[in-house]
């Protein structure tokens, strides 16, 4: 089971979007064969690997099938159920390992993990009928941020509670079995660290990334994060305290908050490259699709180090509101970078690519890279 999957091997990826194709795009870099498994067809993995398998994740004689095909099984995104890893892994090695995946699938399971391995985490509590949700805002205070425990990615499924009267109303819209009550966190920013672990042990971490969203969704990135270096010593060694407790094959995403007072609290863990590590494509030595093949295969990690400070921008559907982008414009920018997943649908909020500046300074980066995102929409 520890041998290296040398170049050449045949890799299998549960899920077809954009992170599935920039690992693929990586893996056929390396020389390896790249299988996709994944319900939907013509997707951004689809059109970059070798094989596609179309079929539903609970189909498990398929998913067996296709694990028959590949020397090794990972996903690019944590919504897999986890029965269709466990059937994988009856035939090869699954990286990050199933439990990885069936504890960070759902909040409720995640955070509890987090406190009692003792990680910070924000204060939070089980709710399953109205009567609990009052109890925990009692607890916990307001305001406070209600979530479906499952996920519910970019923010889908969660209301912020003003007041204790919104309770009633918010357990209905939410309209789950089960949630989460959190605290909200009125932070000063927030950042990820996305990081390696290797067969061996090894660990390798990106600089840390700071984080900006929009409608709860990603907007930019840039790298390294403008935060006191002694924190950003601090977030990397959370994550890897994280990366190793919960032993990890594979890469890792730590969300977490930094509070006012200067103090690191996670937010969410993803078992896999994330949105913000996509700079590290144009602007690390190894990126951290690159990363995510050599940990999988039993290969030394790359060096994760950063080559100039950049920054990253999504682009969504709604950059296509006035018709098609003007991507001339955008690229007249000689620093900056267009990825696009090949999505052919733009509905507002579907990720449809991102763009990438590199520059002298971070702040010259993010100032580019919104640059080029504005000349795409007013020139279109
Ligand atoms: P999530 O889907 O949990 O990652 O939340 C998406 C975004 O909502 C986060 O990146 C934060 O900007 C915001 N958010 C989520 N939970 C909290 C919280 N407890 N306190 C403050 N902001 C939050």
Redesign the pocket.
Known sequence: MTKVIAPGGRLGVLGSGQLGRMFALAARRLGYRVIVYSPDQDSPTGQVADTEFTARYDDLERVKAFARTVDVVTFEFENVPFPTAAACAQFVPVRPRGEVLHITQQ?LREKTYLREQGFPV?P?ARVTSLAELEAAIDALGL???L?SAD????????R?LLARADAPAAWAVLGVKEAIL??????AL?VSVVAARGLDGSFAAFDVFE?A?AN???DVTVCPARIDPKLARQALELARGILERLDVVGVLCV?M?VTKSGALLV??LAPRPHNSGHLTFDASLTNQFEQQVRAVCGLPLGSPQSLRPAAMMNLLGDVWANGEPHWAAALELPNVKLHLYGKSDPRPGRKMGHLTALADTVDEAERAVREARARLVRCG
């Open positions: 909040r924000t939070f305001p406070a941020v979530k996920f519910g990615y970019d923010g889908k499924g969660q912020k959190e605290g909200f966190v009125d932070f927030e984080n969203h709860h969704i990603l969300e908050f937010n969410e």
